[in-house]
């Protein structure tokens, strides 16, 4: 293979020519993504499905959803670095990948989300110290560059550049280090994270998502925290599972991924306690407060049945699976119950969004539909293959499972 | 809603709308004369509605009876210029605002990003997004407003009171060495009320007893549209129609009362 | 400090000196380009005219508010041509002036030193209580115009009054900074 030298020692990777088969499929991918992202640019955004009813659509969806998940990272280097769940070292450099990628893809899609992606440094000049999104913008910028610095000694491992001695020295230092920048970013993730929920929480014009809360931060702002720490450390164990499925080589030892399972399932728990109870707290109080009723939240296209997936089928029951040691160490099930965890929040980010602006809120206004355009799509995979091309160099040429060669002996 | 969101403000004047909807047609003259007055461009495609650029429309209500108790309405929407703006607080980077005596929210078209999140915040949907780069006919462009500024592609937009006619009126009165800050209620008036054929669009300061919309807003058959959100608007409604008043906002507790 | 050391402070103190050279002069002639104006004009000459035949003028005679309170800002031709519709006196710039614009009914394009940018809007008869040198450049004394340096990246003029100038001096005099007081 032309690139042996850049593997790392005491791995087998598949031929390059495969490597390079794969590549190209993804690059075929992102091609498609960056003609939709330059026709957006070139022509304006009524080229996606969104309009005046739904300033934001399938994007902030995304968003939403990848940094909820995405949260694996923070969580697991809380869980790692700070409490010192030694376990978790041989899954949290995959955390940190998955992480960056999920943060910097976001920034993408809010290039193309914003009107004037020209003006995007404006939240940082102009801040109005009273909007949510501020304390967003802040937080993710901040903690895209906490998650570069995680990832660079990572990227540092590589066997040629391990060679020159300055970088090795580096990566050293940054390893000693680390501690301090798994707690800054869990400083920086608890409070976007929760301000995401924030964001809806304030809306007192859309009953969906308006809520109560404690002092300036309504009850969204734990939920969100708390939902995406329960999804984040499943959403990373899934991903290595199916690096694995995909790789057909054993990268993670399967007592890591229950840990996970456990985590997540337990956190899961504390979070639908507190979500079934604001949701009635919502339906029986918020709502008639402003003037409306539980079925008026629901039409034919969002229906109830969505409010059902994500507590019960995407909610209750994973949590149940996870929780359970019997059902969480049997594998199949376990990562049954992790899709149906990430399914969960990713319904719960859709509803906060669409959902909440498709419902009428004057008396005489109708409801809404959104159905995103090709563009959207096309923008979103471009993301999702950026992300399948960086965890492949990743996998190829970066020590990124450090137990894979115990692993491999039989 | 909670009291820590609320934003209190005190002005010595409150420029206010009141719309007669027993008076108004649904001719959309006022429609007409704001695109012409705040250089709206024309939508390319007139029969998108959910991305129309308009700043006020005209919603057709009714009272979803059979013939012959059935009835309609038209209610124009400019935009409330709420006391408690839903969209002013949730912008990142300070471009809308409820700062200015008068009461009137503003939109600064150069700070916008376009991040469309004061639209989410806006029950009223009075807010709209330049989806589209301004085009307009050749020899229109001569007809625009050099009071009213252009907006680009990207940037968010809403109804100003026709704002620039106030900054007008206040250096007439200037010149004639009046008070700019008590003004004649026929020295500002916007666009869409001055042209309003049957009159129905009054507008003045809802605090100054001199001008009519001060006694309009008191009447017993004014309303205002969603008013337990908490947003009070400076635009209200007039009807001697129940009907109408009724889908001013949305009644869950009479409702429930009524069914036991 | 050792004299080794003063050395090798020498490259900062260079490279900073260069810098400020940079910013302060090679920098705004990158940037600005100097436009000038299409034709001259002698403030003094009309002010305190060397002709005793010739009425001398008074500043308002150009710069007034019209009857809506606005302000007329430079005068137009019409303005001009009230006197210069033939030569007045043996200037050769007046007679090109007489001859390329007055004859030809051309506006001067005027190059406005302070024209704002289209979204913002501001009221002279509002300010009318303050000098206008304390914004404007005194031209009372200038036998000629100064230089129009226009930004080459955004169009406008480099002496624009710039938002914070606004805002400091309303801080100042307690008076509302509220978005919508200058913005259209």
Redesign the interface.
């Known amino acids: 293979m032309p690139d042996t030298q850049f593997i790392p020692e005491g791995v087998r990777r598949c031929p390059f020519s495969q490597f390079l088969i794969w590549i190209g499929f993804l690059g075929l991918i992102l091609l498609w993504g960056l003609i939709a992202a330059a026709l957006i640019w070139y022509k ?3 080229v996606t499905g ?4 739904f ?2 659509g399938l994007w902030i969806v995304f968003d939403l959803a990848v940094i909820a998940l995405g949260a694996g990272a923070f969580f697991t280097g809380f869980l790692t670095y700070i409490l010192r769940i030694d376990q978790l070292k041989n899954i949290i450099n995959l955390a940190v990948v998955i992480g960056f990628l999920c943060y910097s893809g976001a920034m993408i899609i809010l290039a193309l ?4 992606p020209l ?2 440094w ?2 940082y000049w ?3 110290v ?5 304390e967003v ?1 802040f937080c993710i910028t901040c903690y895209l560059i906490i998650l570069s610095i995680e990832f660079v000694p990572l990227i540092l491992e590589n066997r040629q550049l391990k060679k020159i001695s300055l970088l090795d020295h580096l990566a050293h230092n940054f390893h000693i280090y680390m501690p301090l920048f798994a707690g800054v970013g869990t400083f920086l993730s608890f409070f976007h994270q929760g301000s995401l929920g924030g ?1 809806y929480g ?5 009953p969906f998502v ?1 809520r ?2 404690f ?2 931060w309504p009850w969204t702002f734990f939920l969100f925290i708390l939902s995406a720490i329960a999804s984040g450390p499943v959403f990373t164990m899934l991903i290595a599972a199916l690096i694995e499925k995909i790789t057909g080589r054993k990268l993670v030892d399967f007592r890591v991924k229950a840990l996970m399972g456990k985590i997540s399932g337990f956190l899961l728990c504390i979070y639908l306690f507190f979500k079934i109870l604001d949701t009635w707290a919502w339906a029986t109080g918020t ?7 539980f079925d ?1 939240m629901f039409n034919r296209h969002y229906g109830q049945g969505l409010l059902w997936a994500e507590l019960g089928l995407c909610g209750l029951l994973p949590a149940l699976m996870l929780i359970i040691p019997k059902v969480r160490n049997t594998p199949g099930l376990l990562y049954s119950a992790a899709i149906l965890t990430c399914i969960g929040v990713i319904i719960n980010r859709f509803v906060f969004t669409v959902q ?2 498709a419902i009428p ?5 109708q409801w ?1 539909l959104y159905i995103p355009t090709w563009t959207e799509w096309a923008t979103s995979l471009m993301v999702v293959a950026y992300s399948a091309l960086v965890i492949s160099l990743a996998y190829r040429y970066l020590p990124l499972f450090p137990q894979e060669k115990a692993l491999q002996k039989p | ?2 009291e ?2 609320r934003i209190h403000h005190h002005f010595e004047i409150r420029w206010g709308m009141v719309i007669d909807i027993d008076k108004c047609t649904g001719c959309g003259a006022c429609v007409v004369a704001c695109q012409a007055e705040n250089n709206i461009p024309p939508n390319p495609d007139p029969f ?1 509605r ?3 650029p308009h700043w006020l429309i005209v ?4 009272n979803h009876k059979k013939f012959p108790e059935h009835d309609t309405a038209y ?1 124009p929407r400019p935009c409330m210029q709420c006391g408690n703006p ?1 969209c002013a ?6 471009a809308t605002t409820k700062d200015e005596e008068g009461g009137i929210v503003s939109q600064i078209y150069p ?7 004061c ?7 009075s ?7 301004p085009v307009w006919p050749e020899g229109m462009d001569k007809t625009l407003t050099p009071f009213v500024s252009t907006r ?5 937009e809403k109804c100003t009171f026709c704002h620039h006619r106030w900054q007008i009126a206040k250096e007439e009165a200037r010149k004639r060495g009046e008070n700019p800050m008590h003004l004649d209620e026929q020295a500002y008036i916007p666009a869409c009320a001055e042209v309003c054929p049957t009159g129905a669009i009054h507008f003045g300061d809802l605090h100054n007893p001199e001008h009519i919309v001060h006694k309009l807003a008191r009447s017993p058959y004014a309303f205002r ?2 008013e ?4 009070e608007p400076q635009v209200y409604y007039l009807s001697r129609r129940d009907w109408v008043r009724k ?7 009479q ?1 429930e009362k009524k069914n036991s | 400090m050792s004299k080794k050391k003063k050395i090798g402070l020498l490259p900062f103190a260079a490279g900073f000196a260069a810098a400020l050279v940079f910013g302060w002069n090679i920098f705004p002639q990158i940037l600005y380009s100097n436009k000038g104006q299409p034709t001259t004009f002698s403030h003094t000459g009309h002010l305190n005219h060397t002709q005793k035949d010739l009425q001398d003028l008074d500043c308002v005679d150009c710069h007034y508010y019209r009857a809506d309170g606005s302000f007329a800002g430079t005068p137009s031709l019409e303005s001009c041509a009230e006197c210069h519709n033939e030569p007045l006196t043996g200037v050769p710039s007046e007679q090109t002036f007489v001859s390329e614009y007055v004859k030809k009914d051309k506006q001067v394009p005027w190059n406005t030193y302070q024209g704002q940018p289209d979204n913002v809007y501001f009221s002279h008869i509002a300010h009318d209580t303050y000098e206008c040198t304390e914004c404007h450049q005194d031209m009372e004394n200038a036998d000629s115009l100064p230089p129009y340096y226009e930004n080459k990246l955004t169009g406008y003029s480099r002496d624009i009054m710039k938002m914070h100038e606004c805002e400091r001096c309303h801080a100042r005099e307690n008076t509302s900074n509220a978005c919508y007081l200058c913005h259209k």
């Open positions: 304006g955004l009524w969104l309009d005046n009813y300033g934001f989300d914003i009107g004037q003006r995007a404006f939240g102009h801040p109005n009273h909007s949510m999104l501020t913008i964001m304030v809306l007192f014009g859309r308006f109560d809360g002092f300036i709502l008639p407060k402003m003037g409306f009723s008026e909440a602006l809120v004057m008396p005489f206004d809404a | 809603m909670s820590s969101m998108d959910m991305r129309d919603y057709k209500l009714s209610l839903s607080s949730v912008c990142p980077v300070i700070r916008c990003i376009g991040c469309r999140y639209m989410a915040a806006c029950p009223y949907h807010r709209v997004f330049n989806w589209f780069d680009p592609r990207g940037v968010v549209i969603l337990n959100l908490g947003t889908q001013g906002d949305n009644h869950f507790r409702e």
